[in-house]
């Protein structure tokens, strides 16, 4: 390494473009928050793809918690369906075990707050928040889903009854 050539100024830390990605769950884990009267919340990482070329993009972090607030409680549907977890019961911690690896699309804003470095968050506050990787082509509005139209492919022949074995 050369030492002229490192930084003089701290990079811009985790800030991505607003839109979204495809992302990929990893870490997920039940956590403690400082307030310990509080119930554990479940705590993950996402990694951020660009959906057309699949190319890293970055990492954001994101949480469910235990609540009874309507946003909150839409927001972990949104993530089960994104996921196509199907639970009717469930804890948080049975989540934290079913999630790592998962994709979906997920809606991604900057999160600025005075004094605070930037950075990139999940947005709850626009659209359905976290998409089954299957919306793709609703999302981006355009061909992102292959579509096979099985009769192009196959060659037209017309079944006789020759064709056909005797079953008795």
Known sequence: ???????DTKPAGFVVPEGTY????????????????????LNYKIDL????????VGTIFDSQFESEKSLVLY??????????????????????????GKELLVDVKTDVQEGKQDRSVVDATKNAIYYPLSEASTVFGDDTELT???????EKKEITEADVEDVF
């Open 75 to 100: 927001k972990l549907k949104r993530l089960m369906l994104a996921t196509d977890i199907k639970l009717s019961k469930f804890e948080l911690s049975d989540l934290a075990k079913l999630i790592n």
């Open 22 to 41: 495809k992302g990929v769950i990893s870490d997920a884990k039940m956590m403690q928050g400082k307030d310990t009267t509080k119930p554990m919340y």
């Open 49 to 56: 793809y660009n959906y057309k070329t699949n190319e890293k």
């Open 1 to 7: 390494m050369n030492f002229d050539q490192l930084p």
């Open 148 to 154: 096979i139209n099985a009769s192009d492919s196959i």
